[in-house]
């Protein structure tokens, strides 16, 4: 499908080839040769928190209010164990689902007091690997995301 889609947009295949580049990665300890593509950081946090509307809407029927928010965090080992926690913790409602055979794999929690309060956890095709160029031995595999009222310290 890839090549049927790149060749309606020409720019963005352009795009894609020019800025394409061979990267190292670190995979259970051995660090191995991949490939990469620069995606900027502002438009992964919107995309992401997109779907996280999108997933509130679809299961739970519940749309954000103009003063909530979205924070989308790329989440390190560190990251993965908190939001383990969250998870974990009393939800009105959870999810958990795969599609496409580990395309798209995602959890979710509902807060108890609040519909908007949410958090998500976000794996994309097997887990691709988001990273910083500055620091090419961290990446995250996986991507969080809250959901609630501004007050609650997050961002938009």
């Known amino acids: 499908m890839v090549p049927k889609r790149l060749a309606k947009n020409v720019k963005l295949h352009q795009t894609l080839r020019d800025n394409w580049t ?10 191995v040769r991949t490939s990469a593509v620069p995606i900027g950081s502002a438009d992964i946090e919107l995309f992401f ?6 997933l509130l809407v679809f299961h ?4 954000l209010r103009p003063e909530d928010s979205v924070t989308v965090l790329a989440l390190a080992e560190a990251g993965e164990e908190y939001f383990d926690g969250l998870l974990q913790m ?4 959870r999810i958990r689902a795969d ?4 395309t798209f794999i995602y959890e979710g ?11 998500w956890r976000v794996q994309i ?8 160029p500055a620091d090419p031995g961290h990446t995250a595999s996986q991507i969080g995301i809250f959901t609630g ?8």
């Open 99 to 102: 599609l496409g055979r580990g």
């Open 90 to 93: 009393g939800a009105k409602n």
């Open 22 to 31: 061979k990267a190292w990665s670190k995979e259970a300890g051995v660090y």
């Open 149 to 156: 009222p501004a007050a609650a310290g997050q961002q938009s």
């Open 60 to 63: 739970w029927g519940v749309y």
């Open 125 to 132: 095709y097997g887990g691709a690997r988001f990273g910083d």
């Open 109 to 119: 929690a509902q807060g108890v007091d609040l519909d908007q309060t949410s958090v």
């Open 49 to 54: 928190g997109y779907v996280a509307r999108g």
